[in-house]
């Protein structure tokens, strides 16, 4: 799986959104998640379980419904400036 960011603006509500993180599955699904931020230890080293680190939502909608809409209005405009945005070999 690969993860890109970008910065999103919802006219609606006027706020700008940094690093909302574009992620595809190997079979070319992709969604968009809201900026995450990592979990730091005390010592200042990030947790890590399986080897990934772990993080914590920075921002996050109320209900599921709101989410996933989100998540495809992004998709969808990423799509209509780069149509073959989900073609490419993953980014390692």
């Avoid at 706020?15 to 992709?30: E, K, L, T, Y």
């Avoid at 080897?51 to 969808?76: C, E, H, M, N, W």
Wanted: with cysteine; aromatic share 8%; glycine share 6%.
């Amino acid at each position: 799986m690969t993860a890109n960011k970008l910065t999103v603006a919802c006219i609606e509500w006027k706020p700008r959104m940094f690093d909302v993180a574009i992620h595809v599955h190997p079979n070319g699904a992709g969604w968009a998640a809201l900026p995450a931020k990592p979990q730091i230890e005390r010592n200042g080293v990030v947790i890590k379980r399986d080897g990934k680190a772990q993080y914590v939502p920075v921002l996050a909608f109320t209900d599921r419904k709101t989410a996933d809409a989100f998540s495809l209005r992004v998709i969808g405009a990423v799509l209509d400036l780069c149509p073959e945005a989900f073609d490419a070999e993953p980014v390692q």
